[in-house]
């Protein structure tokens, strides 16, 4: 009976062990998820694609595309939160975007005619935004 009582208590200090492990790893994703719900509010994203990210039909509010059923990656969602879409209503969020950062190959300088450069937010938060919004509204397709 010993050695069951000894293996038990071995196994639960190994579960122990793992669990303490995983809590640094849960609390850096959760800050992480943090700061990106800080910058979908700074850049105030749902004001464009709704408090959930629904997007709307063109019309009034939401009047942004859907972000639930995107279907590209995290570095191209990036990509059009740093550098905007210049043939749509995205501003660039990135702080230097054109004129410091070169954004879909155009050198650099001022942004494309009739493009909106807010740019308040550094690369590290619109990564943090990126990983909140994939986390938080984009639906995983069903095979």
């Known amino acids: 009976m010993i050695g069951v009582r000894g293996h038990l208590s071995g196994c639960i200090l190994a579960l122990a062990a793992c669990i303490g492990l995983a809590v640094p790893v849960l609390a850096q994703d959760n800050s992480g998820l943090a700061a990106g719900k800080d910058a979908w509010l700074r850049a105030a994203c749902s004001n464009c694609h709704g408090s959930m990210a629904q997007g709307g039909d063109g019309g009034d509010y939401p009047y942004g595309p859907s972000l639930r059923s ?23 969020w990135l702080q230097g975007a054109y004129t410091k950062v070169e954004c879909y190959g155009i050198p650099l300088g001022p942004a494309p005619a009739g493009m909106t450069v807010p740019a308040i937010l550094t690369a590290g938060e619109i990564k943090a935004l990126v990983d909140y919004v994939f986390a938080t509204f984009v639906q995983v397709p069903r095979p």
Not at 70 to 92: L, W
């Open 70 to 92: 995107i279907k590209y990656d995290k570095a191209t969602m990036a990509e059009i939160v740093s550098c905007g879409r210049p043939d749509r209503p995205m501003p660039a």
